[in-house]
């Protein structure tokens, strides 16, 4: 918790304190889906409350939020918050469930799957999120924006280990576990 905190809030503050003393007229804040933490409604819209994270993480990216907003108010930065949805592709984080995934496949070994296998996620290329990203820079509309960066449909967690199965040939040995 404290690494996410320093890095989240006081990072983006800084950040954020910098493009004011250099005038900077444009910030980009790299923000995430988990600040919905316990939403039930899919699909997620910018307009949802955000005030149930259900993890340090989702509690500072939400912090990194709201010293945005308070940037853009008092010093007439204008601020983009793109909240991200599960990324994969090159280079993604081998703890995430595409790549790891993949890799216990490859080395038959089993997958952990918590409850039936239906919770689903709204998986993102990284080419989507780095187009996202050069949008945001050129972005010239309201002085504060909150823009999902997702898919914007969801993927079931069977239908994915089914679609890998299928890409590497192999069939996934799943250890079924209670939901967490």
Same mark, same amino acid.
């Given at each position: 918790?404290?690494?996410y @905190?320093e890095t989240n809030?006081n990072?983006t ?5 910098l493009?004011r003393?250099?005038? #900077?007229?444009q910030f #980009?804040?790299?923000?995430s889906s988990s #600040?919905y933490g #316990? ?5 997620? *819209?910018?307009?949802?409350?955000i005030?149930?994270p ?5 509690a500072?990216?939400a912090?990194g /939020?709201?010293?945005?907003? =308070?940037y853009?108010?008092l010093?007439? !930065?204008r601020t983009v ?7 994969y592709g @090159?280079?993604?984080?081998?703890d995430?469930?595409i790549h790891?995934?993949s890799?216990l496949?490859?080395?038959g070994k089993? !997958?952990?799957?918590?409850?039936d296998g =239906?919770?689903?996620r ?6 989507d999120?780095? *187009? ?6 050129d972005?010239q509309?309201s002085l504060?924006?909150?823009i999902?960066?997702? /898919?914007?449909? =969801? =993927?079931?967690l069977?239908r994915?280990?089914?679609?890998l199965e ?5 069939k @996934?040995?799943?250890?079924?576990l209670p939901?967490?």
């Amino acid at each position: 918790p404290q690494l996410y @905190a320093e890095t989240n809030i006081n990072g983006t503050l800084n950040l954020l304190e910098l493009a004011r003393q250099f005038q #900077v007229p444009q910030f #980009v804040f790299g923000s995430s889906s988990s #600040v919905y933490g #316990v939403n039930e409604k899919v699909p997620f *819209s910018e307009d949802d409350p955000i005030f149930n994270p259900i993890s340090p993480y989702a509690a500072t990216k939400a912090a990194g /939020e709201l010293l945005c907003h =308070t940037y853009s108010h008092l010093f007439g !930065i204008r601020t983009v918050c793109l909240r991200f949805f599960t990324v994969y592709g @090159a280079r993604q984080r081998p703890d995430l469930a595409i790549h790891k995934f993949s890799k216990l496949i490859l080395e038959g070994k089993p !997958i952990q799957v918590f409850g039936d296998g =239906t919770t689903r996620r709204d998986y993102t290329y990284i080419g989507d999120i780095i *187009s996202g990203l050069r949008a945001a820079i050129d972005y010239q509309g309201s002085l504060y924006e909150i823009i999902n960066l997702g /898919e914007s449909e =969801t =993927t079931e967690l069977g239908r994915l280990i089914g679609l890998l199965e299928d890409s590497l040939g192999r069939k @996934a040995i799943i250890e079924r576990l209670p939901m967490q």
